[in-house]
């Protein structure tokens, strides 16, 4: 009955936003999607992605989930009100949160490029 949808938007879907807004979301998406998926850069922008989304409002038997992340985030983007400066501001933030995080639970090493995870 239903398709297999993600209820949160997932880091494969970057890629598929880069012509969603202007220069600087085109080479924002072109800079993400080439990273891990546990980058805190691809991270940040999930989390970007999941806020504008409302993910955490989503619902499986939803009109939105019905239609995919896909689809959800290039309407969320397209209806989006304010400038790409504005949303980059957002990115910016919700990356800094993502820092914040990893490094009080002291998820990253100190050199930066390795994860470790451990029970905080």
Not at 19 to 27: C, S, T, V
Not at 32 to 58: K, W, Y
Not at 70 to 85: F, G
């Amino acid at each position: 009955m239903y398709s297999f949808n993600e209820l949160l938007f997932p880091p494969k879907l970057i890629g598929h936003l880069r012509h969603d807004r202007g220069p600087a979301w085109f080479e924002l998406v072109d800079h993400v999607s080439q990273l891990p998926q546990d980058h805190p850069e691809s991270l940040a922008f999930s989390l970007t992605m999941i806020r504008l989304n409302g993910c955490l409002s989503c619902e499986t038997d939803s009109y939105r989930a019905m239609r995919g992340c896909k689809e959800c985030s290039h309407q969320s983007l397209r209806r989006h009100k304010a400038s790409d400066d504005e949303l980059m501001r957002i990115y910016r933030m919700c990356l800094a949160e993502v820092n914040d995080y990893l490094a009080h639970y002291e998820i990253l090493q100190p050199d930066k490029k390795t994860f470790a995870y451990r029970a905080a």
